[in-house]
């Protein structure tokens, strides 16, 4: 460790690795939504993450969010944040930085491969399932366990310690398209050698310092704004727990009805029907979620 503090040419390697990423993607969307029905409807971050990462890092527009997610140079620090090689990342210029709060109470539901921002961190979800930060995007596979693809090296992760991840916009059927063939090999990733030298970086540091402090004043301004508001508006606090709800007798069917029963609560997600729709036996009625999982209900008859 005293050798490492001691040198002055430390570099590493560090691949820039050049990933597709979805905007806005609809799989992001769904998550919000369903975060919004089934867990909280009047979270600061819905129903759009984009203009909360635009409210509390003082942007002056969505495009200066996109602008500043496709600028940014991604430096993987660690691999397998939550799960499958998953990448936390932060960007090298510490204006492309930005911050933001993670979900509170976290969603029950992610997209496999979604790209979020937590804190100051980037991470692309290594799999489906609950999760906290907030969307920009969607973008390919981090994890290929079934085929030997060249961007894996013989690893089923994809990344390194020190890769750099730099995004690209694809539309969402293009991702779709990518998502289908990368796993298979016929999709080629984009990825550049180079080396990651740490006295050029701390040089860039210098050079950079004001507009760098300036930067971090104004984003920590927008940041205790968005709080206050929190705080002024009620939404500081969040109370997961369900108000009680009174024992009742259940209303008396009339002719020509049938009780459909639950065998679990939960929360109601989707409705399947509409009113005065015809069902057979086994058709789905209603979608709940609980416990992180969705369960159909069917019809009786």
Same mark, same amino acid.
């Given at each position: 460790w005293d050798a490492v503090c001691a040198a002055q040419d430390l570099q590493v390697p560090s691949r820039i690795v050049h990933l597709p990423l979805s905007w806005d993607d609809p799989a992001c969307q769904l998550a919000i939504e369903k975060y919004m029905t089934t867990v909280r409807k009047d979270a600061p971050w819905c129903p759009t993450n984009l203009e909360f990462i635009r409210r509390i890092n003082d942007l002056p527009n969505l495009d200066e969010v996109q602008r500043t997610v496709f600028d940014a140079s991604y430096l993987v620090m660690g691999l397998g944040d939550v799960y499958l090689g998953a990448p936390v990342a932060t960007p090298l210029n510490p204006r492309h930085r930005l911050v933001t709060t993670k979900y509170n109470p976290a969603r029950t539901w992610t997209? $496999?491969?979604s790209v979020g921002i937590g804190g100051a961190y980037m991470c692309v979800y290594g799999m489906e399932?609950?999760?906290?930060?907030?969307?920009?995007?969607?973008? #390919?596979?981090?994890?290929?366990?079934?085929? =030997? &693809? /060249?961007?894996? !090296?013989?690893?089923?992760? %994809?990344?390194?310690?020190? +890769?750099?991840?730099?995004?690209?916009?694809?539309? /969402? +059927? $293009?991702? #779709?398209?990518?998502?289908? !063939?990368?796993?298979?090999?016929?999709f080629d990733l984009e990825i550049e050698h180079s080396q990651l030298n740490l006295a050029d970086y701390q040089r860039f540091l210098v050079q950079e310092a004001d507009g760098i402090a300036a930067f971090r004043q104004r984003q920590q301004g927008a940041f205790d704004a968005e709080r206050e508001r929190w705080i002024a508006s009620g939404?500081?606090?969040? *109370?997961?727990? $369900?108000?009680?709800? /009174?024992?009742?007798? =259940?209303?008396?069917?009339? *002719?020509? @009805?049938?009780?459909?029963?639950?065998?679990?609560?939960?929360?109601?997600?989707? &409705? @399947? &029907? =509409? &009113?005065?729709?015809?069902?057979? /036996?086994?058709?789905? %009625?209603?979608?709940?979620?609980?416990?992180?999982? $969705?369960?159909?209900?069917?019809?009786p008859s």
């Open positions: 997209a $496999e491969n399932g609950p999760g906290g930060y907030q969307f920009v995007g969607r973008t #390919l596979q981090m994890w290929n366990r079934y085929r =030997d &693809v /060249a961007a894996f !090296d013989g690893k089923p992760w %994809l990344l390194r310690f020190f +890769d750099q991840i730099r995004f690209y916009p694809v539309s /969402a +059927d $293009e991702l #779709l398209r990518i998502r289908r !063939d990368f796993p298979l090999g016929r939404q500081a606090h969040f *109370d997961s727990e $369900e108000p009680a709800i /009174a024992p009742s007798e =259940d209303s008396p069917l009339t *002719d020509g @009805q049938l009780s459909v029963d639950s065998h679990i609560a939960g929360n109601l997600w989707q &409705v @399947q &029907v =509409d &009113v005065g729709a015809r069902v057979a /036996a086994g058709d789905v %009625l209603v979608i709940l979620e609980s416990m992180k999982m $969705e369960i159909p209900l069917l019809a």
